[in-house]
């Protein structure tokens, strides 16, 4: 069980746009950066979203963060087949350690 | 290019001790300006973040592993390696190291490729 809850799976057609959300509590989305880490299958985790919204250079303008409470969202519009992926939030935890969600399975129809 | 390679037994028996290295070639591994974690996957499953440490050797462990593990550095030879001792078949996973980068809020920037150890007899 994930410290941090997110939809097992999402789904989209190409063009579309979709947004996977991250739940958390106060003592971690509440107080604390959000991240957000790309995972196609078969390799390492990528880092695609940090500081909530900012995106790190390289990464497409097609991918969105943002943050409400204790919530977050990862936002992907024009959906593209290579988005198939596994999605991460992560975000440091008031108990002294990092937490990531359980992940979500985007697949794109 | 940044990049972190994962080295160590892909076995381990239960009750042993899973040790793991990860080098580091590419950057300024020394530099302040990082801290090197582990982090695993069982298959499957997510990713849990297990610890970090600062090439000063300051760490800071996931507090539901922290009796089990250590992590040390090696700044001559760009290293930092992994400890967890008594090991059960819960423990395996693929064991990824990564950088945490201060210029973007301490994110995972740089990952290794991942390491699978088994734990069984």
């Known amino acids: 069980q994930s410290v941090l809850t997110q939809p097992p799976s999402a789904s989209g057609t190409p063009g579309q746009r979709v947004t996977i959300s991250c739940s958390g509590s106060?003592?971690?989305?509440?107080?604390?950066?959000v991240y957000w880490y790309q995972q196609l299958p078969g390799t390492a985790p990528k880092f695609l979203i940090f500081r909530n919204n900012q995106r790190p250079s390289g990464v497409p303008d097609r991918f969105s963060g943002s943050k409400s409470g204790t919530s977050a969202s990862l936002a992907i519009s024009g959906l593209r087949s290579e988005d198939e992926a596994d999605y991460y939030c992560a975000v440091w935890d008031d108990s002294l350690s990092v937490v990531f969600g359980g992940g979500t399975k985007l697949t794109v129809l | 290019q940044v990049q972190l390679q994962e080295s160590g037994p892909g076995l381990v028996k239960p009750s042993q001790t899973l040790s793991l290295t990860c080098t580091v070639s590419?950057?300024?591994?020394?530099?302040?300006?990082?801290?090197w974690s582990w982090i695993r996957q069982p298959a499957g499953k997510g990713l849990e973040w297990i610890g970090r440490?600062?090439?000063?050797?300051?760490?800071k462990y996931n507090p539901s592993l922290k009796s089990r593990v250590t992590i040390s550095v090696d700044t001559s030879k760009n290293q930092f390696s992994l400890k967890l001792s008594s090991v059960t078949a819960a423990d395996t996973a693929v064991y990824y190291c990564?950088?945490?980068?201060?210029?973007?809020?301490?994110?995972?920037?740089?990952w290794g490729q991942g390491t699978l150890v088994t734990v069984s007899s």
């Open positions: 990564a950088r945490e980068y201060s210029g973007y809020d301490w994110s995972f920037d740089y």
């Open positions: 106060s003592s971690n989305i509440g107080s604390n950066y």
């Open positions: 590419g950057g300024s591994f020394s530099s302040g300006s990082y801290y």
């Open positions: 440490i600062y090439p000063s050797g300051s760490t």
